[in-house]
């Protein structure tokens, strides 16, 4: 782990032109990409099972429901691979050339979604295409979180790396807000025409989105401290290598501590709204609106959370957030099932503000666990197993508690046990506010 530096940057409030062209670059892109991400989650748990499982759908939904839930999770299998792509790649060559690459693949996919035939049009190849552009999308998220934590984190001075890392952080809730905003705006203008071909707007939006993340990201400068690595460097060097002989125990960790929030965030993303209105029957424009507003909670907590790090210290502020996601996750649940709206959106908005706390802090703290030669490596791989451990299969979990004990509190207990988990795996980690980003850092 880094060690702490001794010449801490003076306090400065006033941003350059290009920090503030660094915290757009990364918030745009972030959200473009969670955007296409979310548009796939919500429609999972909408619109893709009776349309991409047509027979099985017809034949036991319930089951359906789940397939169509763990779709989401399949390509959460192959962000490993896109981590450690990019990580190896953007340890080499750079951060901005690897976060320009991702954008576009996403978008790609993301778009090719939106024309894909169903399976009454083409029978079992339709679910099979589905897949295999979800695995896309799975590689290229990957690789995106990574460069945009560091891009924003490196660019910071000492004294707000927690406030700077924030920005790619809340690129997640505000690709939530937009997601579920359109899917609102669509589903309350279109009606019935949403669910037989309007499904496919959100996702071809992508294509003007990917445009407009691909133009501010391009007029963002390389990482400084990646300039400085560049100018000393062995030729020789291996960082994917040198990341596991010696840095092992802070990826583990790093994948630890993201358990929850990424299994809680997921839930929020793809299962509640489903559960309301499927379990609850709430009306289905209704709840998507209200959880479109809970979500502004969590993006204002995430950046209230990186703030709060350069403060208090990275560990405490995700200490505070998952104690708090931990004690909510079971009262949250007996408010959603008085179907009403108001309480609905009270329990939502209520757990984002644990989401946000341990979430905020995410990318100065990683950032600052690893040294620089791989950095991008360490961050990206330790992501994305998070990832897989925590959010990859949780709204099908969720949705088979519920199958199984008829109780949604159930999956209450799930989240507060994973939030335990997560809170034990970041009090192991040694505070690491202040510590000098620089090439050659020592490590533990």
Known sequence: MPSPTSTASAPTTQMSSEERRVLAGTLVGTTIEWYDFFIYA???????????????????????????????????????????????????FGRKKMLVFTLILMGLSTSLIGVLPTYAQVGITAPILLVLLRLIQGFSAGGEWGGAALMAVEHAPTNRR???????????????????????????????A????????PFLLSIVLIVVGYLIRRAVEESPVFKQLQERRREASAPLGQLFRHNT????????????????????????????????RMDQPSVLLVTALASFGWLGATLW???????????????????????????????????????????????????????????????EMFPAKVRYSGVSIGYALGAILGGAFAPMIAEMLMNHFKASWTIGVYIALAS?????????????RGVDLGVEPQTV
């Not at 949403?194 to 707007?201: A, S, V």
Request: overall charge positive; proline content about 5%; charged content about 10%.
């Open 420 to 432: 335990l988990v997560s809170l034990a795996a970041v009090s192991l980690v040694r505070e690491t």
């Open 42 to 92: 919500q429609a999972a748990a909408t619109v893709l099972a009776p349309l991409f499982l047509a027979p099985l759908s017809a034949e036991n939904p319930g089951l359906a429901q789940v397939i169509s839930f763990a779709t989401i999770g399949i390509s959460f299998l192959f962000r490993p691979l896109g981590a450690i792509v990019a990580g190896h790649l953007g340890d080499r």
């Open 162 to 192: 927690g406030f700077f890392g924030a920005f790619p952080q809340i690129g997640v809730p505000a690709g939530m807000i937009l997601a579920t905003a359109t899917l609102w705006v669509l589903t309350s203008v279109m009606g019935p």
């Open 249 to 280: 125990k802070e990826v583990l960790l790093s994948a630890a501590i993201f358990i929850a929030n990424n299994a809680a965030g997921y839930l929020l993303i793809a299962f509640f709204a489903s559960y309301a209105m499927k379990a609850l």
């Open 194 to 201: 949403f669910q037989e071909w309007g499904w496919r707007i």
């Open 305 to 367: 959370g990186g703030w709060l790090s350069d403060r208090i210290g990275r560990v405490r502020t995700f200490q505070i957030g998952y104690s708090a996601l931990a004690l909510w996750a079971v009262p949250m649940w007996f408010l959603i099932d008085t179907k009403s709206l108001l309480w609905y959106f009270v329990a939502l908005f209520v757990m984002t503000l644990g989401l946000g706390l341990s979430y905020g802090p995410q990318s100065a703290l990683y950032a």
